[in-house]
């Protein structure tokens, strides 16, 4: 449990736990120490107890091949969703201290993983291990191929496009860092991605790279069945409420997209700006310099328009780093969802050509064959697994926008409190003189 | 408000219109240009009561008559100088047309400063010509060109051979010439780049507008986060269009920078006045030095220095003692006459730096006072831009809490 004596750890490198946060600190911040609600041992105890009961899809099966009682346990998932708040979480993930490592071949960055769990998945209380961005990369397409009817969260972009930004320079790291921890913390939170095998193994595993050759035999077990589900069955017309979440996630990706131009078109203009700030501030100071009386006057507008020059360039950069990735990162969320909407009308598609078979064959009446029932359920299963995906990816992205505009509000508001305090603080400087005459 | 020893009570002077003409030139050509109202009022001293007691239209052009006037009749005063002819420093969203109701309101402010200067100052206030500016609408133009005052003016040639060539020139000038030329060029600086400065901060604001546009947009496909989104999106069309408004009032700030950019010239005027008689000293001077020298040269016979009458007298026979009397006799006389000038011009000069250097003390003065006022306005404004800034956000931030 969280808090014993450190030990050491079946994961790379000597870490203290004690120095790590809190785990009770809320899903998008690791920097929160000491929650404001620790759930006592026996809660967790019960909760984890409640998990044996679920019959829960792990990772490795298709999520075409699940049996009739899959929506009993489906319901059951479904109601322990409403569970899960702050204060019964039992899995807690954190990513944090990135490290260069230079090799002969290349050079990358490493980015420690920590687990905290009471979860009988796994068996260890803690981890700590270390992954790079391909590992992120793999357990993401892990996850798509393993459980295809789930929104998978997105990954921060693979490549920069800029040729402009340094993979290894402060800003960037860190920018990647926190959507990293996006990502995993979305993972956990989930009722079922979170207990998929894949995900387990990436938290875990001391050597990653093993279990990755190993799993490449079951890759072509998975394909099958994946390539089966996806194979080439054309829609007719997509069920009201799924068209309506189609077409609600072109718009929003369309408005976002929209949004991440304007507000990289602000920052440029704010750059250009400070351009000339910089040129104007001194410009005072230069005339300080030929004055007698007015001298001070001069020089302290010449060091305000500096501090506001300053407090400008953290505004910029703070937009930079925290606005335009999040932005990014629900662009590439919705083209996520669109393609898993596609995924799912084949699914439709498949089994509504089966029964058209079916019902044309004559025979067989009244009883359904098995694999037109199997479609049928893999197609309810689908459906019930996108809807509550779409359900949380709702009030998710409602909270994250929330906080992201309030952020941006905030950090503006911080900007110009910065100049206004410049600004008030010279107004004695300039008038003192006056008096004095 | 101002104080006008001439007429021993309390005047106001006002530009209060302007007003397009279209009238015939010296050409006889079709030409567009702007009257200005001004307005003279009369202040009771015990009741505070103003009774208007001369208007009339002037254009920009008299404006400038009068001033050349003031330049070559006071040269010892820092004669107030005009608004600009035309639009200069402008940033993209300002017109440089010089009929633009904007441009010409500021003109306008302009002209109506330049007048309650000379009538505060305590010398150019008691001019005739001023006092006919102000009330004489008609024939004013050819009651100034009769004082023959272009005559008057120094050329510039010779002024710029004085500044050259003179040799003692009181230290106080030179600095302050110099002085001039830094100021004026450190202010030019300043207005160039604040017009930059403008001209991004506007395009910073505006592009905020987009907001308003995409958040209304996107509000129409959500459910609960519509409302937060689209009164968000309001205060950022408030914040775009706050801008116009900001640097409306910024301009006030150029133009009083300005106008010292201009004053920087009109005390260079001053000092090359001082030059020139300086210089016109120096040759009187050196006129005399060398004249006295001739005369005793040739009343001692003696011949130390090159001259004409020299080489002719070698080569064509010496002059009569006649002659050589009736010579020294007119030199003596030059020499006098010589004398006198000098004295006077060394007066004249004088006087000059005094006076001049007086109405420098009084000029700096009013110059350091007026600068920290205008420095104290341009932080009341900018404090103003931030605090509506913070109110703006801090609105939008409560509308996207609700979201």
């Known amino acids: 449990m969280s808090g014993g004596p450190p030990r050491a750890l079946p994961s790379t490198g000597p870490h203290s736990l004690l120095d790590m946060p809190h785990p ?37 099966t298709p999520a075409g091949t699940s049996s009739p009682a899959s929506s009993s346990s489906l319901l059951n998932r479904l109601q322990l969703d409403d569970d899960i708040d702050g204060e019964t979480r039992d899995l807690f993930v954190t990513v944090d201290d990135p490290k260069k490592h230079v090799c002969t071949m290349e050079t990358y960055i490493t980015y420690r993983i920590t687990t905290k769990s009471t979860r009988v998945e796994f068996d260890l209380p803690e981890y700590s291990v270390r992954r790079r961005y391909q590992d992120f990369d793999w357990l993401r397409n892990k996850l798509e191929e393993s459980q295809p009817t789930h929104l998978i969260p997105p990954l921060p972009e693979k490549f920069v496009v800029k040729g402009v930004v340094d993979r290894f320079s402060e800003e960037f790291v860190e920018t990647r860092r926190k959507a990293l921890d996006k990502f995993l913390k979305r993972i956990t939170d989930h009722p079922v991605l979170s207990f998929n095998e894949h995900f387990n193994v990436f938290l875990t595993a001391k050597d990653l790279n093993a279990y990755k050759k190993q799993g490449m035999a079951l890759l072509t077990r998975v394909g099958e069945s994946v390539k089966h589900v996806t194979g080439g069955y054309k829609l007719r017309s997509r069920p009201l409420e799924f068209a309506a979440i189609g077409d609600y996630l072109d718009t929003f990706a369309l408005k976002l997209g929209t949004i991440d131009r304007i507000a990289q078109r602000i920052i440029k203009e704010e750059i250009e700006y400070l351009v000339e700030l910089r040129e104007y501030g001194p410009v005072y100071s230069t005339w300080s310099a030929l004055e007698g009386e007015l001298s001070e006057p001069l020089e302290g507008v010449s060091a305000c328009i500096g501090n506001c020059s300053t407090a400008l360039e953290e505004l910029t950069d703070d937009m930079t780093e925290d606005f335009l990735p999040v932005l990014r990162e629900y662009i590439l969320y919705s083209d996520s969802m669109k393609s898993v909407l596609k995924k799912r009308d084949q699914v439709q598609a498949e089994y509504e050509a089966k029964l058209e078979a079916v019902a044309l064959r004559k025979e067989d009446r009244p009883k359904v064959p098995a ?17 509550a995906d779409m359900e949380r990816w709702q009030s998710n992205k409602r909270q994250d926008f929330r906080q992201l505009l309030m952020g941006m509000a905030d950090k503006n508001i911080q900007y110009y409190e910065k100049c206004l305090m410049a600004w008030e603080s010279i107004i004695p400087l300039l008038q003192e003189k006056q008096e004095a005459k | 408000m101002t104080e006008n020893n001439f007429w021993l009570k309390k005047i106001e002077i006002s530009v209060s219109e302007a007003e397009k003409r279209t009238g015939r030139n010296a050409m006889n050509m079709q030409e567009t240009y702007t009257a200005y109202l001004i307005e003279t009022r009369s202040v009771d001293h015990t009741d505070g009561q103003s009774v208007l007691t001369d208007s009339l239209w002037r254009r920009y052009s008299e404006f400038e008559l009068l001033r050349n006037y003031l330049l070559v009749y006071y040269p010892h005063v820092v004669v107030p100088p005009l608004p600009e002819k035309r639009a200069e420093f402008v940033w993209h969203k300002l017109s440089a047309d010089n009929m633009d109701p904007d441009f010409v309101e500021r003109r306008r402010i302009g002209l109506e400063n330049f007048l309650l200067r000379v009538a505060s100052h305590p010398i150019l206030c008691r001019d005739k010509i001023f006092y006919l500016f102000l009330t004489q609408e008609g024939n004013w133009k050819e009651t100034v060109n009769e004082t023959g005052f272009q005559l008057k003016a120094d050329s510039r040639l010779k002024a710029l051979n004085a500044t050259f060539r003179v040799k003692n020139p009181d230290k106080r000038f030179t600095e302050l010439k110099h002085y001039s030329d830094e100021l004026q060029s450190v202010i030019s600086h300043l ?34 986060m519509g409302d937060g989104l689209q009164s968000a999106g309001h205060h950022m069309d408030v914040y775009a269009s706050s801008i116009d408004d900001i640097l409306e009032d910024e301009e006030h700030y150029a133009d009083q920078l300005k106008e010292y950019l201009f004053y920087a ?77 000098l004295k006077s011009k060394n007066l004249e ?46 609105n939008a931030k409560e509308c996207f809490s609700k979201m």
């Open chain 2, 191 to 224: 207005l160039r780049v604040r017009a930059r400065v403008a001209d991004r901060l506007y395009g910073v604001y505006k592009v905020h507008g987009n907001y308003g546009r995409v958040f209304s947009e996107w509000s129409a496909i959500e459910k609960e």
């Open chain 2, 265 to 341: 010239e009109a005390l260079r005027a001053v000092c090359r006045k001082h030059e020139l008689m300086q210089y016109d000293l120096e040759m009187a001077a050196q006129d005399l030095a060398s004249k006295k020298q001739q005369c005793e040269e040739l009343a001692t016979g003696t011949v130390r220095t090159f001259s004409l009458k020299g080489m002719t007298t070698k080569l064509f026979g010496q002059e009569t003692p006649e002659q050589r009397e009736a010579r020294i006799k007119v030199l003596e006389e030059q020499i006098n006459e010589g004398e006198q000038q």
């Open chain 1, 24 to 60: 009770l600190a809320g899903s998008s911040s690791e920097e929160a120490v000491g929650g404001d609600s620790t759930p006592s041992p026996d809660l967790l105890t019960a909760r984890s107890f409640g998990d044996k009961d679920l019959i829960l899809p792990n990772g490795g």
């Open chain 2, 349 to 394: 000069g004088r006087e000059f730096v005094k006076n001049a250097w007086a109405d420098i003390e009084r000029f700096k003065e009013q110059k350091n006072h007026d600068l920290k006022e205008a420095l104290i306005s341009y932080a009341v404004m900018q404090i103003s831009m931030c605090k509506k800034g913070i109110q703006v956000w801090t």
């Open chain 1, 371 to 387: 694999d037109v029932e199997k479609c049928q359920d893999r197609m309810e299963c689908f459906n019930a697994d996108l809807k």
